[in-house]
């Protein structure tokens, strides 16, 4: 297990549909003062113990570090498979075992988490979006090319807007297609033909 950063490439409520349930449930019924109010479905998932913390949608682990004899920290964010960031862990007071986690320690590995995904995120919108403009004798036109990453078969789209946003052309390209000012220039200037 690594000792530094890694970068690793909602809980939605519960519906239900009245119409199927046997039961109708009124205002009054909702508002009585003997009604049982049912716990959060987050605070039955709720986890706070010294190596285990899970809450807010995010598992915090306390694992052996296997490259030296300290502890690392993953977060894990619910859903994913591969830890969003997996860092050094502080020694306890004996020298031996880890530092137990706790609420404000977990509060902050999850600003963290969140800050290496959304970095991640916008690092990969980068590398799959590029955008230029190309002034032309009448108009300045935006070029983009989207690359759609899909396993069997990766492909970019390359699109043309004007001014207003109005989509001029679109054409699929080579996923490894780049994108210039002077091939976004060929391509306009070839009434939009798609490049070889």
Not at 130 to 142: C, D, E, I, M, Q
């Amino acid at each position: 297990m690594q000792a530094n950063f890694d970068f690793y490439t909602s809980h939605d409520p519960v519906g239900s549909d009245a119409s199927s349930g046997s039961i109708a449930m009124t205002d009054s019924f909702l508002t009585s003062p003997n009604a049982v109010e049912e716990p959060p479905v987050e605070a039955a998932e709720r986890t706070q113990e010294p190596r285990l913390w899970r809450d807010d949608g995010w598992t915090a682990r306390v694992i052996k570090n296997e490259d030296d004899e300290g502890w690392a920290v993953a977060m894990c964010k619910d859903g994913e498979s591969e830890p969003a960031l997996v860092g050094p862990w502080t020694m306890g007071r004996d020298k031996k075992n880890p530092k137990p986690l706790d609420a404000a320690a977990f509060h902050t590995l999850v600003k963290t988490a969140s800050e290496v995904l959304r970095r991640h995120e916008q690092q990969l919108h980068a590398m799959l979006h590029k955008s230029l403009f190309v002034n032309t004798r009448t108009a300045t036109l935006a070029v983009t090319l989207d690359i759609i990453p899909d396993e069997d078969d990766p492909y970019a789209l390359l699109t043309a807007q004007d001014d207003d946003g109005v989509q001029l052309a679109q054409v699929r390209v080579r996923a490894n297609f780049k994108l210039t000012r002077d091939t976004a220039q060929a391509w306009i200037e070839s009434d939009f033909r798609k490049p070889a």
